[in-house]
């Protein structure tokens, strides 16, 4: 199961802002972001590198971007990378 969570930090330890759906002493996996303004603004700056993109141009980005996650969901890549 995949899902983004807010939490906040305060005195050594990261509290969810919400209730989470886990079982009491489960294991997860985080990958921690910072959600400051300068994140926010490359998040809007990139969306609008497709502005201006053809139809065709998005298609092949598409098939790109699905190539890759299979070949990294198949471990022939390092998803690291």
Not at 30 to 54: F, I, K, T, W
Not at 63 to 76: C, E, K, P, V
């Amino acid at each position: 199961m995949k899902h983004i969570i807010e939490a906040v930090y305060r005195g050594g330890v990261l509290r969810p802002t919400s209730t989470l759906n886990l079982k009491e002493g489960e294991t997860v996996r985080l990958a921690v972001l910072n959600d400051d303004p300068s994140s926010e603004q490359a998040r809007a700056l990139a969306g609008e590198v497709y502005n201006d993109l053809s139809r065709r141009d998005l298609a092949e980005i598409e098939q790109i971007a699905l190539m890759s996650r299979n070949l990294a969901d198949s471990g022939t890549i390092d998803r690291a990378e």
